[in-house]
């Protein structure tokens, strides 16, 4: 296969131990793997050396890509050229994880006494990234950055999903067969809609904004049952147990799939969680005053500083920003966003 590259040589280059040479042929399997039809089988050659179950493999192969990333990042601004790592990034992830998430099921289905009604499918978002997914019943969407979407590799009468973080579905209509997601605190059962859901782990609350269509959400604990329609929006709480229908524009909560990052009226504690996301980064707030301030803004694909900047010309603030690293066991660590007031 003329794109052929062996695990040892990703290894290597992902660790720093490369010739020029060789940082060429890591560049170019990069760029000219979406073209390569066996790609598929060479990534799961390259996951299988990972060892261990479909989970470990998973996530050596999520580190070994992002340290591949940053490495060719700094290599091209060596070379004068500069490069944004989100667009980047985003490209890498977008061609590869669903290639992993296939192989990892493949492995997992051709082992000896697996029983494929027992299995599921996970994928994951990389932090910093969004991902475009197809479903069994052709269902598609978008997860969003750190989000998790299980699944089972085929549906039966009722199709059922379950999410933790944020996505975006359509949901492809099947006569006499409901489609349910799953998250935490509650249940969205639709037939055939378009939908966003955000249900991270470290968020007070869960939300449901509907497109198009009509859902039905049920409170895991029986707290509620409400069904919502287009531009609606169901926001429950999970501490104070409270929930909220607001009517909303669907298109601001949906715009994130296609590469906008919409803060809308929100508080700077708010925002910043959706920056941490966004960009894969820590921010600390430093001034507890700071966490109510108020801005909007609408950003499409800009770097992390031209954010930041424009914050700072609407609110009384200072950031600073540290660079990426590595930790003790060779991990690239996320950058660091400290906040003040000015």
């Known amino acids: 296969m003329e794109n052929e590259i062996d695990h040892k040589t990703l290894l290597n280059f992902s660790r720093g131990k490369y010739s020029y040479n060789e940082y060429l042929k890591v560049k170019h399997w990069f760029l000219h793997i979406r073209e ?13 050396k990972t060892g261990g179950s479909a989970t470990s493999g998973t996530a050596s192969l999520h580190s070994l890509f992002e340290k591949i990333q940053y490495k060719i990042l700094l290599e091209e601004k060596m070379n004068g050229k500069k490069r944004n790592l989100w667009q980047w990034y985003q490209k890498v992830a977008a061609i590869l ?56 590799p085929a549906f039966g009468a009722h199709r059922k999903v379950e999410l933790t973080g944020e996505a975006f579905f359509k949901v492809s209509h099947r006569e006499h067969s409901g489609f349910t997601v799953s998250v935490p605190d509650m249940n969205i059962n639709v ?35 409400q069904t919502l329609l287009p531009g609606e929006k169901l926001t429950y709480n999970h501490e104070s147990k409270s929930l909220r229908i607001s009517k909303v524009d669907a298109n601001l909560y949906t715009a994130w799939t296609k590469g906008y990052l919409v803060i809308d009226n929100e508080s700077l504690a708010e925002a910043a969680k959706k920056l941490e ?43 600073k920003i540290e660079r990426k690293g590595y930790d003790s066991n060779g991990i690239l660590t996320k950058r660091q966003v400290t906040i003040k007031l000015r």
């Open 36 to 48: 390569d039809k066996k790609a598929e089988d060479q990534l799961f050659e390259q996951w299988k």
């Open 97 to 152: 994880i669903p290639f992993i998430a296939v192989s990892a099921l493949f492995y997992f289905l051709s082992k000896p006494g697996a029983v494929p009604g027992q299995s599921w499918v996970e994928l994951s978002a990389p932090q910093g990234a969004r991902i475009e997914f197809l479903l069994p019943d052709s269902t598609s969407g978008w997860l969003n950055s750190g989000a998790k979407l299980k699944y089972p």
């Open 191 to 225: 037939l055939g809609t378009q939908f966003n859901v955000s249900a991270y782990s470290n968020e007070t609350g869960s939300e449901v904004v509907l497109k198009k269509g009509k859902v039905e959400v049920k409170g895991k604990t029986g707290a509620f049952i």
């Open 277 to 319: 996301r966004w960009y894969n980064v820590e921010i600390s707030i430093q001034d507890v005053a700071l966490k109510s301030l108020r801005f909007k803004g609408t950003f499409n694909q800009e770097p992390l500083e031209e954010v930041l900047r424009f914050i700072a010309m609407t609110t009384p603030i200072v950031y």
